[in-house]
């Protein structure tokens, strides 16, 4: 059988699924990795990096992933998972859209030679007001290639990304799921924020929608189960 090639567009639109699990609000995206990119700096945003790459809104299911260079923007709240090539050595990066002076923030290791990178949070661990958010940097490396030792994400794998955004002008925190791959492409699988304004969310790797109602399924029918059980 012939294989057919498929040909995304330059801008295309990923839907993920959202799962509510009081008070978190989650969304499980198809696997998504970035594709590093050589395009001159772009203007559009100010910035010292094109636009290429993913962008995400934490309170929306739905991903752009760029690869013409264009700005989409977005709310409070968005941000974008970038792969650069066009200096000497590669570098992953996060971009915060918005402004910082309404809560939007990347949470920062604060100590060490890579305070002023993105932390790399452990699944398990907690970010809220006591995580340290950079508090005016929008593009921050995540990880960099072989001549780059800066950022905390440069041991690859895993983890998550702390961050933090407004709702009704109140700050939510929440956490991107990536893996770090070993040539600095980031994979994104999915996002999470707690619902409650000021309160903190730990870290967890963001489940499939599918695996969630297997699960209630399943949940439904033993409790089917016992109750025909009992009355037998």
């Known amino acids: 059988m012939k294989k057919t090639s498929v040909i995304l567009p330059l801008v295309s639109l990923i839907a993920g699924s959202q799962i509510i699990a009081s008070p978190f ?17 772009n203007s559009a945003n100010s910035s010292f990096y094109d636009n290429n790459g993913i962008w995400l809104t934490m309170t929306v299911p739905t991903v752009t992933v760029i690869s013409d260079g264009s700005y989409p923007g977005g709310p409070d709240g968005t941000f974008q998972l970038n792969t650069s090539d066009f200096y000497l050595d590669r570098s992953a990066l996060i971009y915060t859209q918005g402004l910082f002076s309404n809560g939007n923030d990347v949470a920062v290791a604060g100590v060490g030679s890579q305070s002023n990178a993105p932390a790399r949070f452990s699944f398990g661990d ?22 780059d030792s800066y950022g905390n994400w440069n041991g690859y794998g895993r983890g998550a990304i702390g961050v933090s955004f407004p709702i009704a002008g109140e700050i939510h925190y929440g956490f991107i799921d990536i893996t770090m791959n070993p040539d600095e492409t980031i994979t994104l699988h999915g996002y999470a924020y707690n619902s409650v304004a000021g309160e903190g969310i730990q870290a967890f790797v963001i489940p499939e929608s599918s695996t969630v109602s297997m699960m209630a399924g399943l949940s439904v029918a033993m409790g089917v189960f016992f109750v025909r059980r009992r009355r037998a």
């Open 126 to 147: 907690t970010i809220d007001s006591s995580s340290l958010f950079t508090g005016g940097f929008n593009y921050l490396e995540l990880a960099g290639g072989p001549g």
């Open 25 to 41: 609000v989650i969304y499980d995206v198809p696997d998504i990795t970035t594709v590093p990119s050589t395009l001159t700096p």
